[in-house]
């Protein structure tokens, strides 16, 4: 597999930082030169281009359409990869394959899952949602009485707290995108604003959280504010325009944008409003941040400004010296993506990438920056900046606030959480992409 790559027409165009990296603006001052170099066609190649014959498939009838399609047999290699693959009686993890998918929205098959427990197979006519606790008039709802309230949709990433934690390892991990931060996915999520509901239930003034319940094994609950639910906590019932995938909560979750990921708790079956927080297990153990102080963070609610290069990355090896476009993934908790840098010498010098449209809030941004790789070593990184004036520590200012692993990790492993500092992939001489720290 390799990275896309550039053929020429970029003689007319000066680096503006080391190691061959463009600015965003080269995009703009493109002309033909630069359509030639997108399209990887120069002029010459498409005038000596050879005449077209007709493969195999192009002499008879093609295959029968089918009631519900499947990516190409030639695309079986684009999966998550699993932790747990012959669910053992512990958590299972999926990955999204980064550096396979372009774009910004990740297909359902695609989407990353953690489940502590398995998925529970909810028959949806006999599920109920009850929402009940400190509220005016405790109401129970099947999935027909949702659908008749108004729906609304919103692009939004969902992101595990323990995303990108191999990177709280002392010493760099040799893994690629997936391994690293496959678990944060960016779907178009539909469903019933949780405010709607508790307009029908009524609030008791008292009623400063909620704990939302899962109807899996686990009863995974979670405890989240009152203020969320009337900002923008969404009961979501499609996934990128089709019923939630068994796998992501069936018939209903939860939905907390830019909350971490352990809080949308799937399978929803129990809203109860309290005064207080329920401090349930994963309120206890995994999900609280221990700090180098010794203290750790009972909640951790925002998945903060982050960005990674999703290509070139390691398993997308470079054919030779020449034009490539970097282009990663940005996203934050605290609004739009206002900015990306990409550096190729590890951060000394760095041009802005292109950010692709839409730029929405909560949701995956795509940035892109034009590359000339000379053959020789570089070492590739991303920063983002949000709309609300966040920027991504460095890995340094990170750890000195938060500490590293306290047990070297695997990849699976959860050793800390909410790491967003960049991620540094070194390029060699060979063309090929390693995980390095820089
Ligand atoms: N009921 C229930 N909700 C759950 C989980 C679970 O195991 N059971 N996993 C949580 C975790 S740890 C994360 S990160 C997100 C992942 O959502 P996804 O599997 O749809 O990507 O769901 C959360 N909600
Ligand atoms: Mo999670």
Redesign the pocket.
């Known amino acids: 597999m390799s990275t896309r790559r550039f053929i020429s027409g970029w003689d007319d165009f000066q680096p503006s930082a080391a190691n061959g990296l463009f600015d965003r603006r080269a995009f703009f001052k493109g002309g033909a030169a630069l359509a030639a170099t997108m399209t990887g066609y120069t002029l010459s190649e498409s005038a000596a281009a050879q005449q077209l014959t007709d493969a195999q498939w192009s002499l008879g009838p093609g295959s029968p359409v089918s009631g519900y399609d499947t990516p190409s047999r030639f695309e079986a290699g684009v999966a998550r990869s699993l932790s747990n693959p012959n669910a053992e009686p512990r958590?299972q993890h999926g990955r999204t394959p980064h550096h396979l998918l372009n774009g910004t929205f990740t297909p359902n098959g695609l989407?990353?899952?953690?489940?502590?427990?398995g998925h529970p197979d909810i028959d949806p006519s006999q599920h109920r949602l009850v929402i009940h606790g400190l509220v005016e008039r405790p109401l129970v709802f099947t999935l027909d009485a949702l659908m008749r309230y108004p729906l609304v949709s919103r692009m939004t990433f969902?992101?595990?707290?323990?995303n990108s934690a191999p990177l709280w390892s002392p010493e760099p991990v040799a893994a690629g995108v997936q391994a690293i931060h496959g678990?944060v996915?960016c779907a178009e999520w539909t469903g019933v604003m949780l405010s709607t509901l508790l307009e029908e239930t009524g609030i008791d003034p008292r009623a400063k959280w909620f704990i939302a319940e899962?109807?899996?094994a686990?009863?995974?609950h979670r405890s989240v504010p009152v203020a969320k639910a009337l900002d923008d906590a969404m009961i979501a019932l499609y996934q990128n325009g089709e019923r939630l995938m068994p796998?992501?909560?069936y018939p209903m979750?939860l939905f907390l944008p830019g909350w971490?990921?352990?809080?949308?708790?799937?399978?929803?079956r129990r809203i109860e409003l309290t005064e207080e927080p329920a401090l349930g297990f994963?309120e206890a153990r995994t999900y609280t941040p221990i700090l180098p102080s010794g203290k750790a963070y009972n909640f951790y609610f925002l998945q903060e400004v982050k960005s990674f290069i999703t290509h070139p990355s390691p398993g997308l090896e470079l054919s030779g010296a020449g034009l490539y476009e970097i282009s990663g993934l940005a996203y934050s908790a605290n609004g739009r993506i206002s900015k990306v840098m990409v550096s190729a010498d590890g951060g000394s010098s760095w041009a802005e990438a292109a950010l692709q449209e839409p730029v929405l809030s909560k949701a995956f941004t795509r940035f892109r920056a034009p590359w000339r790789w000379d053959g020789g070593p570089a070492v590739l990184q991303s920063r983002a900046w949000d709309e609300a004036g966040n920027v991504q520590p460095t890995r340094t200012e990170l750890v000195a606030r938060r500490g590293e692993a306290r047990r070297v990790p695997n990849v699976l492993g959860f050793p800390s959480q909410h790491y967003n500092g960049p991620t540094s992939w070194q390029v060699n001489r060979g063309g090929e992409v390693t995980h390095v720290y820089a």
Not at 111 to 117: A, K
Not at 260 to 268: C, H
């Open positions: 958590t989407h990353f899952v953690i489940s502590h427990t969902l992101e595990c707290g323990g678990l996915s899962g109807a899996d686990s009863a995974l796998g992501n909560g979750r971490e990921g352990n809080m949308n708790v799937k399978w929803l994963y």
